[in-house]
Every structure is written in C-alpha cells, then in structure tokens.
C-alpha cells in the first residue's frame, strides 16, 4: 500500500467528530498517501452474528459513514477552481500575467452582482489568486466564453470544457477502488435545453467562473489538480497499491503521464500566488516554518446548510513531495479548518513532528463539528458569494 501510516493515522484523529474528507497524493508517482473519509466505522460491526443488524443501522445513520466521500462526495469546488480558470486563460492566450480587471465590489452583469469580499485595486494576475477576487475571474471566463477564440459562446464553452477535463475533473480518475464517480461537469447541450441554443452567453452560467453553480468535484479530484500544478502540467492516475508481489509490480497506468495540456511556462505566475496565499493571503494561519508551501482557500457553496471548508496544497514549492485536499463538511471558511488540518499533515509528512503549539493542534482534534458546530478565531474570511 501506498498509504503513509503516520498521516493516515493523524487524519483520522483530525477529522473525528467532523465530516469531510482528506487525500493526500505524491506528485512525482500519484502515489495515495492518506486517505480519510470520515466518519468511518469500526470494520468489526461487519463481521460476527450481528453483522446484519450493524450493516442496516450504519446504513440508516444520518452521518453516511458507508459513504465513501473522496470518491464519492461532489463538492462545488469554490474559489479553489480558480488557480484552474487562470491557467486555461494564459493557454488560450487571452491572459497573461500583467493582465489586470477591475473588482469594484463586484462583477455586476444586467441587474445581478457577483460580490467580492474585499472591493480590490485592479488586480494583475498573481494578486487575484492571492487575495482570491472573484470579479477578477468573471471577466477571465467571458474572455474565455464570449471572446473565445472559437466563433460561439457555445463553441468557446465546448473547449474550456475540454480544458476543464484534461484536469481530471468531470472525469474517473482511475483509482484502484470501486464506486469512483467522475463529479459534475455540464455540457453544452445542458445549457441549450435550458436557455435555448445560440441563447446565453458567460452572464448565465457565470457561477461556473469561481467554482460555483452546476460544478461537482471530489476530494480526490481537488488534491489530483494540486498534483497537476505541483508538476507543472501532468499527473499519475492516483493509486492506493504501491506494487504487487516480491518483484514489485506495477500496473501500466498508474506509471503513465497524463497532461493537462497547459504549456509549463504558465504555472509559475499562478503558484506565486498560491505561495502568497499562504505567505501573505488567506490561509495565513496554516503557515508552517521552514517550508514553502501553496496552497488555496475555497468556501463551497452548500445549498443544504452551511457551507464546506474546503483547502488544496502542495509543498514544498521546489521539488514537491505531497499534493494535498481537505473538505470539512458545513465548517464555513477554508481558512477556518480546512487550512490548518491540511497544515498539520503536510509538516508531519515532510519533517516527522509538529511544531505547532498545543492550543493549536488540541483546538483542531478536539473540535466537535458534527454535534457541536462552533466557531474558530484568527482565521480571515476569503470569499465572497455568488448573488
């Protein structure tokens, strides 16, 4: 197996009492190091006499501990998908990273407004991953929708989707575990049955922009782009069976690049940013000393409650060892819970210890978020809605 058992372990205790999920992925191999779905359950219930009895009520618990959510769970992906939008934009050349749009608040479009959280100066590129500006990608993505280099709103929207894809997003990924689901991706024709061919543009699927409306990623989807930028455009087939036998063998796919199909020229500007993020940005409280990582806050929507927590990473920023997502479940802020957990994990993979102090580890093991959600201080608000 592939699984790191130290930061197995330690995920675990991090997310007890919380739901959501943790991958943790090698770069260099797509090698799974952790991988955390919680809550679990105690596989002893599913052997013995009352095996069946155990199996239903596990099956009827509210919590879904037989749900498996890195492979499972489809999470709009939040201001995390940006780093995505900013490299296809540089690819179809139609940014580059002097590039700078206005924020104002707000990408206002006929009588609606996609708000910022902050109302920035005109933004160049790396500072909109900094301080996560959703205006900034709302032009980005009419660029891209309606002055595309393809004819149509619908022809520019097919190859962002193409884009979008060769990311591992609305697609199996091929993990060595059954029920792998390939996440939410929309076609053309969704939006011309519902808008009418040749009749909408960006302004009506705008939400798309800052990882919103009718996208759906999974866990391992989030930490498998990590992977992709980390390597500066390719990534393995993410897998749990390190080799099989005395002879170690491997199977084929999982030793076979994948590429993003984005030129490796254009990542440097975006992985400024997410060091910025961490350095200076909104996960400045998942700093770890010593180490360079990347990292990008999201806070995806949850039309059921209160939204996720979500935080992909990877580190260090030279020669990378591990790429890494976590979702907490109705936790609010990336920033909050997410970026510390993550925090955590990649000091005790990369250094064997955790110099955090106590207060700081025992507030996130201790958390109860499930039975009792409560809020965190010091940490900084990063996003803002789509309205």
Known sequence: SSLDLDIQKLGERLMKNKKGSIVAIEPSTGE?????????????????????????????????????RPIMAQYPPGSIFKAVEALVGQQEGLIYPETRFPCGGGYRYGNR????????????????????????????????????????????FIAWRKHIEKFGIGVRLGIDLPNELKGLLPTHEFYDKYYGAGRWKSSNIISLSIGQ??????????????????????YFSPHLVKAIGNKNQQKPEYTTRHYAGIDSNYFDVVIDGMQKVVEGGTATYARIQGITMCGKTGTAQNPHGKDHSVFVAFAPRENPKIAIAVVVENAGFGSVWAAPIASLLVEQYLTDTITRPKYYVDRLLNADLINQPQPAPGAKKEEAKDE
Request: with cysteine; proline share 5%.
């Open 113 to 156: 407004v996609v708000r910022c959280t902050h109302v920035h100066s005109a933004l160049n590129l790396m500072e909109s991953i900094q301080l996560s500006c959703n205006p900034y990608y709302c032009y980005v993505f009419k660029k891209l929708i309606d002055n595309g280099n393809y004819g149509s709103a619908e022809a520019n």
């Open 32 to 68: 799974i190091l952790a991988f955390v779905s919680s809550p679990g359950y105690d596989p002893n219930l599913l052997v013995g006499r009352e095996r069946g009895n155990n199996y239903r009520r596990l099956l009827l618990d509210k919590d879904k501990p037989l749900f498996i």
């Open 213 to 234: 409306g009718e996208l759906g990623i999974t866990p391992l989807q989030m930490a498998n782009v990590m992977a992709i930028i980390a390597n500066k455009g390719y």
